[in-house]
Antibody
């Protein structure tokens, strides 16, 4: 069974950095695309970007380019989403998802809540 | 920027058929995917590549496509189907786009 397990709830201050994780099991990590999706409180789904763990090639959504980065560690089948300068507007639920092509999200993680507040 | 348009809400009585539409200019050229999100839960894929149903998804869920509109149909809706539904596709530059979501009420 393919599973994506995300890291736990984070509470940070504006300007701080953060890395959240998504561990993949039950499938070949390098055969999957890993996607990140934001859901702000009470709002819809927004695509942040994707990474190909086989070569760490990334594509970012226009609204997120330059504000977040994505990485992957093949040795532990884990993908990461990074911020270097958090804003209060980054407060949201963040989901990772995996798929075997570049467009569809076959399976989702449970989500990570990030709260940014002074 | 490219947009996918969904109705904000759809209501259906138990056992009736619910149809949720998603419109976008590029839909004839890219596959559409549908996700169900129950309150407090992560999304779940219910239809992929316009019409395909993943294993474990009930047969009452189906997808269809016609021109610039795709449709998610739930035949014989049940109370457990009450959720938000999102369509998703991509534009010509491979940027992924979600529709705004449709709240399905079964009452």
């Amino acid at each position: 069974e393919v599973q994506l397990v995300q890291s736990g709830t984070e509470v940070k201050k504006p300007g701080e950095s953060l890395r959240i994780s998504c561990k993949v099991s039950g499938t070949s990590f390098t055969s999957q695309w890993i996607f990140w999706v934001r859901q702000m409180p009470g709002k819809g789904l927004e695509w942040m970007g994707r990474i190909d763990p086989s070569d760490s090639k990334t594509n970012y959504g226009p609204s997120f380019q330059g504000h977040v980065s994505m990485s992957a560690d093949k040795s532990i089948s884990t993908a990461y989403l990074h911020w270097s300068n958090l804003r209060t507007s980054d407060t949201a639920m963040y989901y990772c998802a995996a798929g075997d092509d570049w467009i569809g999200f076959d399976i989702w993680g449970q989500g990570t809540v990030v709260t940014v507040s002074s | 920027s490219y947009e996918l348009t969904q109705p904000p809400s759809v209501s259906v009585s138990p056992g009736q058929t619910a149809k949720i539409t998603c419109s976008g200019d590029a839909l004839p050229r890219q596959y559409t995917y549908w996700y169900q999100q129950r309150p407090g839960q992560a999304p779940v894929l219910v239809i992929y590549k316009d019409t395909e149903r993943p294993s474990g998804i009930p047969a009452r869920f189906s997808g269809s496509s016609s021109g610039t509109t795709v449709t998610l149909t739930i035949s014989g809706a049940q109370a457990e189907d009450e959720a938000d539904y999102y369509c998703q596709s991509a534009d010509s530059s491979a940027t992924i786009v979600f529709g705004g979501g449709t709240r399905l009420t079964v009452l």
